[in-house]
C-alpha cells in the first residue's frame, strides 16, 4: 500500500469536490475562513509522517480539544467523572439544552457542548483559567513535541462575545449543581481550549497516544491502555454528535470531529489521521474532511471492524 499516493490523490480529490460546505458563520472569526482550504496528516505507527494540501496551516481545533481535556480530566478524578457526565450518544445537535432538563443536569457524554463543559469545570480545579489553560498547552506541547502551539485570542473573544448558547447551558447545569465553579471562569477555560490553534501535522502528532494504545511514542505512558480504548471506544460513538452512528457506519474508525472544520481520527495500532476543510456538513462536521476520511478507510482497509491482515 502506497500511503503516501493514496495521501496525494486524496488531497487531489477534495481539491476539486465542488460542494465543500458552509463555514460556521455563527462565530465571527471562523466566518471570515477560506472554505477552499483542505488539508491532511497521517502519524503512523512506525514513525512516519505523511502530509498533503494545507497540512501545515493553522486552525481553531474547536471541539477536537474535548479529547485532550477529557483525558486530563480523567487523570485529575478518575472513573468519578462518570458520576457527572454519560457515555452515551446524544442524538441531539451538539449546543442542545433540551436533554439536560430530562436528565437532571448530567450531559449525554464528554464531546457535546455540556459534557465538555463539566470537563472544563474538573480541569479548572480551584484555579483561574490561565492555569487550566496552560496545563492544556503545556499537556499538548508534549503529545506533538510543539511548543509554538498556542491559543488564537481573536476567535476566543469571538466566542466569548457571541456564546450565549454556552452561557445557558453552563448555568442550567450549575443549577443542578453539576458546575461547580463560577460559571464565567469555567467557560473561559472551556472557550480558550477550543480556541486552540493547531494545524494537521500537529494535530496528528497530538494523537499519536491514542494509536499507541496510551503510549506516548517517546516510551512514556500518557494514559493506561484501558483508558486509552475507553476515549477511542467514546471518540466513534460520540464523536460527531448527532451523525456519529453516520460517521461509524462510512468510516469505522474514532473520530472528533470540530466546527473549525477539523478532525482527528485514530485507527489503533496504525496510526492517527488530522483533516481540516473549514465548511461543515449539516451536523457541524467537517463536510470534505468527512468525506476524505471516508475514501481513506475504503483505500487502506483501516477500520475497527476489520480483521487484522495476516502479518499485522
Known sequence: MDLGNIVNELVAAMQAQEDRGTVASYIPELAKIDPGQFGIAIATADGRM????????????????????????????GDQLWERVGREPSGNPFNSITQLEHEQGIPRNPFINAGAIVVADVNLGGHQPRVAIGEMLRFVHYLSGDDSIAIDEAVAASETATGFRNLALANYMRAFGNVRHDVDLVLGNYIHQCAMEMS???????????????????????????????????????????????????????????????????????????????????????????????????????????????GD
Open 200 to 310: 494537521c501535522r500537529q494535530l496528528a502528532l497530538a494523537g499519536r497516544y491514542l494509536m499507541l494504545d496510551g503510549r506516548h511514542p517517546d516510551g512514556g505512558r500518557v494514559v493506561s491502555p484501558r483508558r486509552a480504548r475507553r476515549i477511542n471506544a467514546l471518540m466513534l460513538t460520540c464523536g460527531h454528535y448527532d451523525a456519529s452512528g453516520d460517521f461509524a457506519f462510512r468510516v469505522g474508525i474514532p473520530g472528533k470531529s470540530g466546527v473549525g472544520g477539523g478532525i482527528l481520527a485514530i485507527v489503533p495500532g496504525r496510526a492517527s489521521i488530522a483533516v481540516w476543510s473549514p465548511g461543515l456538513n449539516a451536523n457541524g462536521n467537517s463536510c470534505l474532511g468527512t468525506l476524505a476520511l471516508e475514501e481513506l478507510a475504503r483505500r487502506t482497509g483501516w477500520s475497527v471492524f476489520s480483521p487484522l491482515e495476516e
Open 50 to 77: 505523511l502530509a498533503g494540501g494545507d497540512a501545515d496551516t493553522g486552525f481553531s481545533i474547536q471541539s477536537v480539544s474535548k479529547v485532550f481535556a477529557l483525558t486530563l480530566a480523567l487523570g485529575k478524578v
